[in-house]
């Protein structure tokens, strides 16, 4: 069902919906990664400082020596799981099927179950970390820079496409989408992140289906309206066009 999500971000132009190019997208491998070469790792290692630098920076937290101990924290962090997915491909995962649908486990499914089996300690050092130095805010702010806004971003998506969201049925859906955001910072790149929300979406879904709405009718009316604007803007443009200047 959320694959319908990706169609509405289509139809108002909201590409940040599924990907990020300042993240990248390389496919995932069928090997592990071959060892970094000294000045690649250094490369990488300098990407992860320069992000860590400028999550912190957005804090304006105007004390240095938290800064630099939340710098490093994040910068340790983003290290950590990049390791982990060059080490650990999708193929460390057997083939077999998906046990809720059946179908056969995708690459993204294979690499998710890879990457989700790193250590707890990985996880849990980034966390804690923060929330050592940080607010609960400032903790959810850094978390929001690494999947750059997409629990905000979605949760609009949902405001947009379901009238009158109630406040227990937004308050669901920002629990799932929070978690979803948790987990995703474990993972090192947008397409990755992204498969995380979807797995949260689909809960999502799921959650207005069995309380009292249709997703695939409300989607339908949301296309619906969208296109229906977007071509009367267009005729409208047109007539413009063809009225006589003064």
């Keep these: 069902m959320s694959s319908y999500f990706k169609t509405a971000a289509g139809v108002v132009g909201l590409g940040l919906w599924a990907t990020s190019a300042a993240y990248g997208q390389a496919p995932a491998s069928s090997a592990a990664a071959p060892p970094m070469s000294a000045d690649a790792k ?13 999550w912190v920076a957005s804090l304006q937290l105007n004390d240095a020596k938290k ?43 294979r690499q998710l179950i890879a990457v989700s089996a790193m250590p707890k ?55 799932n989408l929070k978690q979803a955001r948790e987990q995703a910072v474990d993972f090192k790149n947008m397409k990755e992140i992204s498969a995380v929300f979807e797995i949260y979406k689909s809960k999502n879904e799921e959650y207005l289906n069995t ?30 066009a063809k009225t006589p200047q003064k």
């Design 211 to 240: 309380h009292g709405r249709n997703w695939r009718e409300l989607f339908k009316a949301y296309v619906d309206a969208a296109n229906a604007k977007k071509a009367a803007d267009k005729a409208k443009a047109q007539e413009a």
């Design 121 to 175: 300690a990985i996880h849990e050092n980034l966390m804690s970390g923060l929330r050592q130095q940080l607010t609960p805010e400032q903790v959810e702010a850094v978390l929001d820079k690494y999947t750059i806004g997409k629990v905000a971003f979605t949760l609009n998506g949902y405001k947009a496409i379901v009238p009158n969201l109630t406040p227990t049925e937004e308050q669901v859906i920002l629990t």
């Design 42 to 54: 250094a490369a990488a290692d300098q990407e992860a400082d320069k992000k860590a630098a400028d």
């Design 67 to 109: 800064a630099a101990a939340v710098q490093q924290v994040i910068a340790t962090h983003l290290r950590a799981i990049r390791a982990y997915s060059n080490a650990h491909p999708y193929t460390e995962t057997p083939a077999g099927i998906n046990p809720t649908t059946g179908k056969p486990l995708s690459t993204m499914d």
